[in-house]
């Protein structure tokens, strides 16, 4: 069955701290992988990545796959409090359904 | 652009009541999607229309879980009845490419069982 599984499941920084978050996926069929930022609403897009090695940045976040160990990083340096939420993984897979890991929920202290 | 419009946001029933929810995705969106999100946890996806057909509805529970989407456009999903395990946040979903891409969630609606 095809899974999605992030870690850790909580952390607790404080500002200006470097994250990493780690996402391994088991997706028969995969296409792509996408990070979503989750606060208490609808999770907001981050990145999309599908290929491997290509470092996508936003800011202070970015991103890179590894398609043949078959995870992906998501770093975020310098945090900021506005940066406490549920960090979502999910990816394309078979069935054409988008699958969810548990996510990770970063806390930044002041 | 206006975004993925879902209601109502907050709903309180007892067990073995039921419940409706209406989501109207982006306009121009084929695929529209409903997952459920049960606290500490990500979502799960339960059913997926391609325009007003279903591509997937395999982790539906059909004996109380139903959805439809007449005309292709919005959407219903009905819990009938209700129990305690139904309690989760509600998101719907849609986007432009079908089985890739973003996919663009709205706020949630917010299902307590008591």
């Known amino acids: 069955e095809d899974k999605v599984v992030q870690s850790p499941l909580s952390l607790v920084v404080h500002e200006g701290d470097t994250v990493t978050l780690n996402c391994s996926y088991e997706?028969?069929?995969?296409?792509?992988l996408l990070w979503y930022k989750q606060e208490k609403k609808a999770p907001t897009f981050l990145f999309m990545l599908?290929?491997?090695?290509i470092e996508k940045k936003s800011g202070r976040l970015s991103s890179i796959l590894d398609k043949k160990e078959l995870f992906s990083i998501l770093n975020i340096t310098a945090t900021q409090t506005g940066d406490s939420a549920v960090y979502l993984c999910?990816?394309?897979?078979?069935?054409?359904?988008?699958?969810f890991g548990a996510g990770t929920r970063l806390t930044v202290k002041p | 652009e206006a975004g993925v419009a879902q209601s109502p946001r907050y709903k309180i029933i007892e067990k073995r009541q039921s419940v409706a929810f209406w989501c109207n995705p982006i306009?121009?969106?084929?695929?529209l999607y409903w997952y459920q999100q049960i606290l500490g946890q990500g979502p799960k996806l339960l059913i997926q229309?391609?325009?007003?057909?279903?591509?997937?509805d395999s982790q539906l529970p059909k004996d109380r879980f139903s959805a439809e989407r007449l005309k292709g456009v919005d959407s219903t999903l009905k819990i009938q009845p209700a129990k305690l395990e139904d309690s989760a946040v509600y998101l719907c979903?849609?986007?432009?490419?079908f089985g890739h891409g973003e996919l663009f969630f709205g706020e949630g609606s917010r299902l307590t069982v008591l």
């Open positions: 979903a849609s986007s432009l490419a």
């Open positions: 997706v028969t069929n995969f296409r792509s």
């Open positions: 599908t290929s491997s090695g």
């Open positions: 999910a990816a394309w897979g078979n069935n054409n359904d988008m699958r």
């Open positions: 306009s121009g969106h084929a695929t």
């Open positions: 229309f391609q325009n007003n057909g279903v591509v997937d």
